[in-house]
C-alpha cells in the first residue's frame, strides 16, 4: 500500500543537483529529478509520496537573494495545505541566511519546513546527499516540527540558529547556541523542548521590501573615517554591527563611537552581534561594551549574524516605527535568540 503521506520537495539548485562540467560543477534544470527517480530508495514503502518542484534555473546559492527567499516562501505557502511537510534543496554558501530569512517571512508555519543540500553532487560515489535528503523527506513527513530546520550530517538544527562553519567537511553546519533540535542515529532523537511554536496558526507570507541593511565587522585599526562613511551612505535602515567578545568595540576611537552614537540618533537600527561563535552579546559586562548602549546600539545576544540581517529585512519589511524594530529585534520572534 502506498505510504500515505506526502512531502513537497523544492529544488532550488546548489551542488546536490549538480552536474560535472568543463568549468567545474554547474547547476542543471531536471537533472536532480532524473537522478532521484533512479534510486531505489524513493520506492521504499517508508518513502512519503513525494512531488519534486525544479525551480526554472537552478542556482548556486551565492547567487540567491531576498527576490528569490520570496519565490521559494510562496512556492510553500502555494502547496501548503497538501503536503505533511516541505523540503528545500538548496546550496550550502548561504543555507544559513535562507534558512534564518524563511523562519521570519513564514508567518504562522505549523508544517516542517527543512531545508538540506550536501557537499558533494548526488551523483557522486561518495556523496553526502542521499543521506541528508532521505532523512531530510522521512523527518519531514513523519516529525511534524513547525519550524524552518536544517538538516546536515545526522543533524536536525533550528534554521535561524544555524552557521555555516566547515567549508568542505560534511558538518558543514552548527547552531552553536542551542542544541540541535533532533540528532540521527540508529534512533531518532527529538529534543520536544527546544520545539519553537509560533502563536499565530494562519500561514502568512511577508514579503521583504527592499530595506538597505549591512553588515559592519569590526577590526583592530578600523578607522573612524571608515565607520563614519560606512554609516553615511544614503537611507541606510539597520546594520549588524560585528563586535568583539561580548559585545566590545574601541572605545578610545571617540570618533568611531561618535559616528555610530549619531547614526542610531538619525534612526538607523544597529544591532550587536559579536564575532564569536558562540555565547551572548552583553554589553554591561565592560566598559567597551557599555558606551555602546549609551550611543544607542541594541543588544543581538546570541543571533548569529545571519538571523540578526535576516530579522532586520523582516521587521523594516513591516509598517512598524523605528521603536518598535528596536523593541522587536531583541524579542524573540521565532527561537532566534535566547534571553
Ligand atoms: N556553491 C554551492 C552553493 O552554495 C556550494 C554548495 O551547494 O555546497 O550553491
Keep these: 500500500m502506498a505510504n500515505s503521506k506526502k512531502v513537497y520537495i523544492a529544488y532550488t539548485g546548489g551542488t546536490i543537483g549538480m552536474k560535472p562540467s568543463n568549468n567545474g560543477f554547474i547547476p542543471q534544470n531536471g537533472f536532480l529529478e532524473q537522478t532521484l527517480a533512479s534510486f531505489p530508495e524513493f520506492n521504499h514503502k517508508q518513502m512519503p509520496q513525494i512531488t519534486i518542484h525544479d525551480y526554472a534555473e537552478p542556482i548556486d546559492s551565492a547567487n540567491m537573494s ?6 521559494i516562501a510562496k512556492d510553500i505557502e502555494k502547496n501548503y495545505h497538501h503536503y505533511d511537510g516541505f523540503v528545500v534543496l538548496h546550496g550550502t554558501d548561504t543555507m544559513a541566511y535562507t534558512a534564518s530569512a524563511l523562519s521570519f517571512m ?4 505549523q508544517k516542517p519546513v527543512i531545508i538540506t543540500g550536501s557537499q558533494i553532487p548526488l551523483t557522486q560515489l561518495r556523496t553526502d546527499a542521499r543521506d541528508n535528503i532521505i532523512n531530510a523527506i522521512y523527518l519531514a513527513a513523519n516529525y511534524p516540527i513547525p519550524e524552518v530546520s536544517l538538516f546536515f550530517h545526522d543533524h536536525l538544527h533550528r534554521g535561524n540558529r544555524c552557521t555555516k562553519t566547515d567549508a568542505d ?3 558543514a553546519f552548527s547552531s552553536p547556541n542551542i542544541p540541535p533540535i533532533a540528532s540521527i542515529g540508529s534512533k531518532i532523537k527529538v529534543r520536544d523542548h527546544l520545539i519553537f511554536k509560533q502563536h499565530r496558526t494562519e500561514l502568512n507570507v511577508q514579503r521583504f521590501s527592499s ?3 549591512a553588515i559592519l565587522t569590526l577590526f583592530p585599526g578600523i578607522s573612524a573615517e571608515f565607520v563614519s562613511d560606512f554609516l553615511a551612505q544614503p537611507n541606510l535602515d539597520g546594520v549588524v554591527l560585528q563586535s568583539y567578545g561580548m559585545g566590545n568595540a574601541p572605545i578610545n576611537n571617540q570618533p568611531l563611537i ?3 552614537k549619531e547614526a542610531c540618533d538619525k534612526g538607523m537600527v544597529i544591532v550587536n552581534c559579536t564575532q564569536c561563535l558562540q555565547g551572548s552579546v ?3 559586562t565592560y566598559e567597551t561594551g557599555k558606551i555602546l548602549i549609551d ?7 546570541d543571533m548569529t549574524t545571519e538571523a540578526a540581517l535576516a530579522k532586520l529585512y523582516y521587521l523594516f519589511s513591516r509598517d512598524l516605527n523605528i521603536e518598535l524594530v528596536r523593541e522587536k529585534m531583541i524579542t524573540n520572534l521565532r527561537g532566534e535568540l535566547t534571553i
Aim: glycine share 14%; net charge negative; aromatic share 14%.
Design 258 to 260: 561618535e559616528a555610530l
Design 211 to 213: 530595506p538597505k541593511i
Design 295 to 301: 550611543a544607542g546600539v541594541i543588544s543581538g545576544f
Design 282 to 284: 552583553n554589553m554591561s
Design 106 to 109: 513564514l508567518e504562522g508555519l
Design 66 to 71: 531576498p527576490e528569490d527567499w520570496y519565490l
Design 169 to 171: 567537511g560534511f558538518a
